[in-house]
């Protein structure tokens, strides 16, 4: 029976990057399941996963996906286990239910559907390159697809022995200097490891002298094309990356949760790629808030969830330093503001307070600037596939700077707290803070103005917790 509500979401760290929820809500909305799926960051060990575990039950949620590096603490938080999850040790799903929690491990039904779908011409012999992480999944999904010789290599010996060991349907370990020596027997060979994700080193392998019928696999689905994926491509050979057995292995998941069996269609996986390629823009976010706000604590509150972040405080100190685009310019207007090459912000602040009048000269110069850098920041989050950009602009509304983004969020708390922050600053005066707040529009009046208004006067935990639920409620609203 369909959840009248369902509440779920993906712990891990980090977990930003997870395409887990766009996949949950792609499906609730196809079949009118109403609810939520977060990202759930949780950066600790196995204590704090446990704590993480305890909080979500006592808020009600349905269950979670989970992935690195808790999985093995996912396995031994639960209070039973599926078949599968038993038989592999760790556990990417779990349902809560009557107070208890449910473990079952998807992975291996993942990859055995993306296997099945590739259509294998023969399923004779096949090598799995990894034994950690996904590899045990990957070799039960193997056996379970028919293929009658499972040979398994690593770049550690002693772990593929260890994952031979451990299922006796493994045929043979491959010294992994000796596996590219000969890959002419096999039917299918499946990368598990990191090598040639974003940020590793490339997987080199000559496919020169494979059959024609192999098929090449890799579990990686960024970037969507591994350096050993192109190798086949090129070659001629039927390939497929990790991201039809991240769509495949979160049907049973939505299954346990709603009661609804999904299907993994042709236009889910068009629109995942599509994310992944960049050809979807990400939800433009503005923060802002008054100086002492916690802007700044909030904005790196959004970057642990996952979305990109920039800074225009951030941006303008790149003008200024030594070669930057602003210090010609400035110079020009005020040359008593330059030292050592660059642009010198305690000048610059002691020289506006004297001279007041002379803000505007140097604006003229300095937002088209700005404009620009944040203009290329959100390029490089739609090129990553970030889901949201969150921008920390301090005078957004003041500068009319709000008509571009889908969602504003105001930073707030008390105003004895803010001015404590802003004095506790080296170098700040009560002259200067008056300064700066005289140019600042009236707190009631921005968050008057905010779609979002996030509290930073309270515990970090409550602040963050304030943080989560304001984008979940962002990307529910236009990312999915």
Known sequence: MTQARF?????????????????????????????????????????????????????????????????????????????????????????????????????????????????????????????????????????????????????????????????????????????????????????????????????????????????????????????????????????????????????????????????VTPELMAHLEDRLLGRIAPVAIALTGSIGMGKSTVADMFARLGAQTWNADEAVHRLYAEGGAAVEAVSELFPDVIKNGAVSRDKLSAHLLANPGDFPALEAVVHPLVAQDRALAFERAQRAGALACVMDIPLLFEKHLETPFQAVVVVTAAEAVRRRRVMDRPGMTGEKFNAIVARQMPESEKTARADYVVRTDLSLQETAAEVSDVYRLILEKYAY
């Open 7 to 263: 509440r779920g979401g993906i712990a891990g760290w980090p977990v930003g990057h997870s395409l887990s929820p766009v996949i949950n809500a792609w499906w609730r909305r196809e079949h009118g399941v109403t609810g939520s799926y977060e990202h759930l960051p949780c950066e600790g060990g196995e204590e704090e996963f446990r704590g993480l575990i305890a909080r979500l039950k006592r808020d009600d949620f349905t269950g979670i996906n989970v992935t690195i590096p808790h999985k093995e603490n996912a396995y031994r938080a639960a209070d039973t286990a599926s078949d599968r999850a038993k038989a592999l040790g760790v556990a990417n799903t779990l349902v809560f239910s009557g107070g208890g929690v449910h473990a079952d491990n998807t992975d291996e039904e993942g990859f055995h559907a993306a296997v099945m779908a590739a259509e294998p011409d023969r399923k004779t012999r096949a090598l799995v390159l990894g034994a950690g992480g996904a590899a045990p999944a990957v070799c039960m999904a193997l056996h379970r697809a028919g293929f009658e010789t499972i040979d398994v290599t690593n770049r550690t010996r002693e772990r593929a022995e260890a994952l031979a060991a451990r299922f006796g349907f493994l045929s043979t370990v491959v010294d992994w200097s000796d596996f590219v020596q000969d890959l002419s027997a096999y039917d299918l060979i499946v990368n598990t490891t990191s090598l040639g994700m974003h940020g590793q080193p490339p997987l080199a392998i000559d496919l020169s002298g494979v059959p024609d019928h192999m098929v090449v696999a890799d579990i990686i689905y960024t970037p969507m094309e591994t350096p050993l994926l192109a190798a086949a491509k090129a070659r001629g050979l039927k390939t497929f990356n990790g991201l039809a057995m991240l769509a495949y292995q979160a049907v049973p998941g939505f299954e346990h949760w709603t009661g609804i069996r999904p299907t």
